[in-house]
């Protein structure tokens, strides 16, 4: 069971490396079926409702979680970017 919760099911992920990995696996696979740059708009597109959800929380451990989430939403974003060399 992931969880009843966003905060719980989060705190479950994180004790589960089996469930990193096979998740890890499945979105390393749908990226290179529809590329980095299709899921970096998708992940773009996300970031306003993580937004929204951030600022209408009336609970302080999923704010927390949540404002980690989008954190991390935009480190890969910034990771998904073309690099000019």
Known sequence: MVG????QAVENFTL????QD???KR???KI?????EATRTKLEEYLP???EDIETSNDAEREKML????SSLKAYIR???PRNV
């Open 49 to 51: 409702r993580v937004n």
């Open 67 to 70: 404002r980690k989430l989008l």
């Open 79 to 81: 990771d998904l970017a």
């Open 16 to 19: 589960h490396a089996e469930w």
């Open 4 to 7: 009843r919760g966003l905060v």
């Open 22 to 24: 096979s998740i890890k």
């Open 32 to 36: 290179a079926e529809v590329g980095q």
């Open 27 to 29: 979105v390393e696979n």
